[in-house]
């Protein structure tokens, strides 16, 4: 089946450490995105990438990075510099060209400071 | 300015009423608009995209685009409570340079509530 795998569903992380969160597509799409959603918000974008290493800051990109080494991967690494990361994390892909650009989203991890 | 502004919810309608959601954006460059329903605690659905001016339909739902307003708004009539998410508008604006892709921005959403 194709589709975009966000792993893991649940995350927890401790004060100080970094964490990296999973996004595989098989969709042969280009295009991949890291967006963040807080309670009772809308999605706000972190990082985004056109082709395979190459990659920029969204809205919202301090205390993130990413890369993007294969076309399939866009792993998002939350650092300790992100003083608030608890929140939903959402990874979209979608083709790359001027009209039908739909992005389609994996099922998201939610990260947790403990 | 928000680069993209969705009308203040929460929005609330009689099952079988017409739904009226709206959303406007910024960037006069902006070529894909789409709406996305999210139930709570999932990830987004998209339900409809729109790229010329005019009306969309399908099924229930109705997207309307104006370039010339910024404005993008999406119907649903004979609202079930199976419709009751949040959905989200959002915008896809191309790069300087006229490069194909560009930043997919996402309005605050509404939340509707369809009651029996």
């Known amino acids: 089946d194709g589709g975009i795998t966000q792993s893991p569903k649940y995350l927890f992380r401790k004060e100080g450490q970094n964490v990296t969160l999973s996004c595989e597509q098989n969709l042969n799409h280009d295009a991949m995105y890291w967006y963040r959603q807080d309670p009772g918000q809308g999605l706000r974008l972190i990082y985004y990438s056109q082709i395979v290493n190459d990659f920029q800051k969204g809205d919202i990109a301090e205390g993130y990075s990413v890369s993007r080494e294969k076309k399939e991967s866009f792993p998002l690494t939350v650092t300790s510099a992100q003083k608030n990361p608890t929140a939903f994390y959402l990874c979209?892909?979608?083709?790359?060209?001027?009209?039908?650009?739909?992005?389609?989203f994996g099922q998201g991890t939610r990260l947790t400071v403990v | 300015q928000k680069e993209v502004e969705q009308n203040s919810g929460p929005l609330s309608v009689p099952e079988g009423a017409i739904a009226s959601l709206n959303c406007t954006y910024s960037?006069?460059?902006?070529?894909?608009f789409f709406w996305y329903r999210q139930y709570s605690g999932k990830s987004p659905e998209l339900i409809m995209s729109i790229y010329s001016n005019g009306d969309k339909e399908d099924g229930r739902f109705t997207a309307q685009l104006n370039k010339a307003s910024q404005y993008v708004s999406l119907l649903i009539r004979d609202s079930q409570p199976s419709d009751s998410a949040t959905y989200l508008c959002a915008v896809n604006t191309p790069r300087a340079g006229g490069t194909s892709y560009g930043k997919l921005t996402f309005g605050q959403g509404t939340i509707l509530t369809v009651h029996p």
């Open positions: 979209a892909s979608s083709i790359v060209r001027l009209m039908n650009t739909e992005a389609f």
């Open positions: 960037d006069r460059v902006s070529q894909s």
